[in-house]
């Protein structure tokens, strides 16, 4: 079964930039989370959806952040005008709704310089 | 808000000597389940370990835990560290009651076992 894939693995910005992070969650699960990993913290949930509804999006830093999953399969993260402080790994989960495991992807590395 | 603590940023640990790894939390949640994560370098934190039952002892690869709710403590404990468990584990909690959602996770510590 395949896992979690994100793409890109790595991106480097100049502040101002933007940039999207794609994620392909495991087929047949319903629920979609995307997670900041600063470098030496734990991951930090920004939204989650179910389907392709948002859940809870109260956790994204700011409007330059958004995701969306239209189709209720693949989502997509967004960063526009990035800054310094944006540098994290940029971590895609998913899981059945009714279960209590998450399953992640690699993830997307970002520095901003 | 709930929270979860992992005192030690970074444990060193001699090759076939024991492993505990501490975990303590804090939460309004009435009903919670726990994990244990164990990212290796450069891969996908995956599960280690889960448990929802108060007192009982969950095992896997070796690894054990067992919630303590009196205590508000999940530690990890292996009996004699391998060099492959090397890894940055993080304690992570979440609401029973939302199935899989807002899963809070420790900030990390990092395991290094030595030869």
């Known amino acids: 079964e395949a896992g979690v894939t994100q793409s890109p693995r790595y991106a480097v910005l100049q502040e101002g930039q933007a940039v999207s992070f794609w994620c392909d969650p495991i087929?047949?699960?319903?629920?979609l989370y995307w997670y900041q990993q600063p470098r030496d913290q734990g991951p930090q949930l920004l939204v989650y959806f179910r389907d392709e509804a948002v859940i809870d999006n109260s956790q994204l830093p700011s409007d330059r952040f958004s995701a969306v999953r239209p189709k209720g399969t693949n989502s997509t993260l967004k960063i526009q005008s990035a800054k310094q402080g944006d540098t994290a790994t940029y971590l895609c989960?998913?899981?059945?709704?009714?279960?209590?495991?998450?399953?992640f992807g690699e993830g997307s590395r970002l520095i901003v310089v | 808000g709930d929270s979860v603590t992992q005192t030690e940023g970074l444990v060193t640990v001699t090759e076939g000597l024991p492993v505990k790894l501490n975990c303590t939390y804090q939460t309004t949640y009435l009903t919670i389940a726990f994990f244990w994560y164990v990212q290796y370098l450069n891969e996908a934190p995956q599960v280690l370990l889960r448990?929802?039952?108060?007192?009982k002892r969950t095992e896997h690869q070796g690894f054990h835990a067992t919630l303590h709710k009196s205590s508000s403590s999940f530690h990890l404990q292996k009996s004699s560290a391998q060099l492959s468990d090397s890894a940055l584990y993080y304690c992570?909690?979440?609401?029973?009651?939302?199935?899989?959602?807002?899963?809070?996770f420790g900030k990390g510590t990092q395991l290094i076992i030595q030869p």
């Open positions: 989960a998913s899981s059945f709704s009714s279960g209590n495991t998450l399953y």
């Open positions: 992570a909690l979440s609401d029973l009651a939302g199935g899989a959602d807002r899963l809070t």
């Open positions: 087929s047949g699960h319903d629920t």
């Open positions: 448990s929802s039952t108060d007192n």
